[in-house]
């Protein structure tokens, strides 16, 4: 997954901090595809992931916006990861919207191929037959959320342990078990 260099980000984000609009710009043309397509992975429903991925970056502008005195901005700009935070923060308004809406299961219907399709040709070239993509679609419908939702970021969205442990709030030993665990879960249901 292509992420911004540490320094690249810092700048960016210390821009951010400082009120430069054209900064949260440059943020928020980077993540909307990423941020959009996990939360559609997670929610199947096109409307419900432009929504939510609006309220992320409405979020994210809030929270960076907050006043904040010199010292704070130097530690957030010395401790913030932009990514981490924005999919934390997708994570807890999917996590919202399913408890408002109280589904227990989130199904992943046949709109969901052909988005992939459309978004990420780069993950279905590496996938060979699309009779392997329907089945695995079907297999991760099947997992419970954690499991898909760990899936999802490690090979999907390709993130590392640990950044999956900054989203999810997980160490990073929870994280490798229960990546084990979806993937053994994965393998049975296979």
């Not at 992420?3 to 400082?18: C, D, G, H, R, V």
């Not at 900064?23 to 996990?38: K, P, Q």
């Not at 704070?72 to 919207?97: G, H, M, P, T, V």
């Amino acid at each position: 997954m292509k992420t911004l260099k540490n320094l690249e980000e810092k700048l960016i984000l210390k821009k951010a901090l400082s009120g430069k609009k054209e900064a949260f710009s440059e943020i928020y043309d980077f993540y909307v595809v990423r941020i959009f397509r996990f939360i559609y992975l997670k929610t199947s429903s096109k409307e419900t992931a432009e929504d939510l991925a609006s309220e992320v970056f409405l979020r994210y502008w809030k929270r960076i916006k907050g006043g904040m005195t010199d010292k704070d901005l130097k530690k957030k700009i010395a401790n913030d990861k932009i990514n981490s935070f924005l999919y934390k923060i997708s994570r807890n308004l999917i996590i919202d919207f399913y408890r408002k809406k109280e589904v227990l299961t989130v199904e992943i219907d046949e709109n969901i191929k052909e988005k992939l399709k459309d978004q990420n040709k780069d993950i279905l070239a590496e996938i060979n037959a699309k009779q392997e993509v329907e089945e695995m679609m079907k297999s991760l419908a099947k997992l419970k959320d954690e499991y898909r939702e760990v899936i999802i970021l490690r090979y999907i969205e390709e993130f590392s342990i640990t950044e999956i442990a900054e989203i999810t709030g997980k160490s990073g030993g929870s994280v490798r078990v229960l990546l084990h665990r979806a993937m053994k879960e994965l393998k049975r249901i296979v």
